[in-house]
């Protein structure tokens, strides 16, 4: 199959649809609510009853965003059906919050994560911009309890997880969090215009992209201290952590890079361009495979790569900050660098005949199972990278002018 023009917005779109026709309407969970979270390279669902938060949540804003771009009446009931179990499911109405992870309708895991509730307020977020009913309550119930009970004012960060009863689990801080708080925040001042969150956003994007950086060789460093002291330890014999790997993220170098520049459109100022080239510049420095192609994922403060496999949401992240940083400073380099990871991905990355990406392959771009989707993917890297890039493009409503 002959490599499409990886620019277009019939392509983007026409992707974005594929995405959603591999998930809908199969996900809908109609026996306790929500959504399925784990899909084998065919689309088998091979796991009932576990409804992670992130799944939730992220369904939820890939169908509020598909109904608005796509017109489709179909994708607002999903989004709606996903809200109802998370509000009446994932909701603790005893002690606030959401819990982590559901089994069926009860929880397995009942701690308070920041990185879920990132997500919980970004759902609520692309609900309202899809129209709707509650949610900008729900957005204001929800910073209301990330105000409570995740922000810390004396670090000008969020704490990352409690206990059901809201005792700290571990003094573990971490940047991820945080970054995913940013894009929510963001979400949350798209959807309302209410200036506060676009104020928070900037103050912990700079916080971590600044202040932070400086002291871990000017790039982003996972992993930190109860007091914001960098953890250069961290997880450094377990590299492959799933939600708290070792070293310096290439993909999270260029998310911030995206972020940034998303940033930079509503209040631009001088070191949030500065910083996204830096972040973008260091990562493919650091990451490209220059033998097979694409990035790989991680690398410590000593330039060694710690994990050299190709993850999806990695390469998904890199065209969109490519995108935004083409756009922000007319540098053909950026567009380059699009076309060349979108084409390595489309070869390796993106299953041509199921549809959807690949979760993780090996450094020479081969699977490691079939295993396409476990719970918190839901190919919400993909299709939200497309939807900014659309965005970039001039092709969608609501792309702020500088």
């Known amino acids: 199959m002959s490599a499409p023009n990886f620019r277009s917005p019939e392509f983007l779109v026409d992707h974005m649809r594929r995405i959603m026709d591999f998930y809908f309407p199969i996900c809908i969970n109609e026996a306790d609510g929500g959504y399925y979270n784990e899909y084998r390279d065919d689309g088998r669902i091979t796991d009932r009853k576990t409804q992670h938060l992130v799944s939730t949540t992220r369904f939820i804003v890939n169908f509020s965003l598909g109904a608005a771009l796509f017109g489709r009446s179909d994708y607002r009931r999903a989004a ?98 945080n970054m995913h708080m940013t894009e ?139 995108a935004c940083l083409a756009e922000r400073t007319g540098e053909a380099r950026f567009w380059q660098d699009y076309d060349s990871l979108w084409a390595y991905s489309w070869k390796h990355q993106i299953d041509q005949y199921y549809g959807c990406w690949y979760r993780i392959t090996t450094p020479d771009g081969r699977r490691y199972d079939d295993l396409k989707s476990p719970p918190g993917k839901t190919d919400y890297h993909p299709f939200g990278a497309c939807y900014e890039i659309l965005r970039v493009m001039g092709n969608l409503p609501g792309r702020a002018q500088r």
């Open 184 to 322: 929510a925040l963001i979400a949350a001042f798209e959807a309302t215009g209410e200036k506060r969150y676009l104020d928070r956003a900037e103050s912990v994007a700079h916080r971590i992209c600044v202040e932070l950086a400086a002291r871990a060789g000017g790039l982003v460093w996972e992993h930190y201290t109860k007091d914001w002291k960098i953890d250069w330890d961290y997880n450094k014999d377990d590299p492959k952590h799933h939600f708290r790997p070792y070293g310096y993220l290439s993909g999270h170098m260029t998310e911030w890079a995206k972020l940034l520049m998303i940033l930079d459109r509503y209040n631009s100022r001088p070191w949030m361009l500065e910083r996204a080239r830096h972040f973008y510049k260091s990562a493919l420095a650091n990451s490209a495979d220059l033998e097979n192609g694409g990035m790989h994922f991680s690398f410590g403060p000593d330039g060694r790569l710690y994990d050299l496999d190709k993850y999806h949401w990695v390469l998904c992240e890199t065209v969109a900050a490519a």
């Open 80 to 177: 709606a059906h996903g809200l109802d179990y998370l509000q009446t499911a994932h909701y603790d109405g005893d002690k606030d919050g959401y819990f982590w992870v559901m089994d069926g309708r009860n929880p397995r895991d009942d701690s308070k994560q920041c990185y879920g509730h990132a997500f919980v307020l970004f759902a609520y977020a692309s609900a309202a911009k899809a129209g709707l009913p509650g949610m900008a309550e729900k957005i204001t119930q929800t910073w209301d309890l990330l105000e409570e009970r995740f922000w810390l004012p004396r670090d000008r960060l969020y704490a990352e997880e409690f206990s059901r009863g809201w005792k700290p689990v571990s003094v573990y801080r971490g940047q991820s969090c």
